[in-house]
C-alpha cells in the first residue's frame, strides 16, 4: 500500500496515477475522492502482488505532472511518499 502526499498537487494526492511493476505485471491506480463508505474512502492506494515478492518500479505522476519513482523495498507494507522526494 501507498499512502501519498501531495506537495505542489493538492495534498490528499486526488488524481495522482500511480503504476508499479511486480512479478512481471503491470499494474495502476488511480487515487479518488468521493468513493468508499460515505464518500470517505481513505486516499491509500492498495495493490495485490499475488506471488510477487518484490516490486520492480513504482512511479507517480501527480495532478502536478510531476513524475516521482521511489525504491520499493519489499511487499506486504506501508510506504508513505511525499510528491518531490523521490525524483528520477
Request: no cysteine; aromatic share 6%.
Amino acid at each position: 500500500m501507498l499512502d501519498l502526499e501531495g506537495r505542489q498537487s493538492n495534498r490528499d494526492a486526488v488524481g495522482a496515477r500511480v503504476r508499479v511493476e511486480a512479478g512481471g505485471r503491470f499494474l495502476t491506480r488511480w487515487v479518488e475522492a468521493g468513493s468508499g463508505y460515505a464518500s470517505q474512502a481513505p486516499h491509500l492506494v492498495h495493490f495485490g502482488l499475488g506471488n510477487a515478492d518484490r516490486v520492480e518500479r513504482a512511479e507517480i505522476l501527480w495532478p502536478s505532472g510531476q513524475l516521482d519513482q521511489p525504491e520499493i523495498s519489499g511487499v506486504d507494507r506501508l510506504v508513505q511518499v511525499t510528491e518531490g522526494q523521490s525524483r528520477n
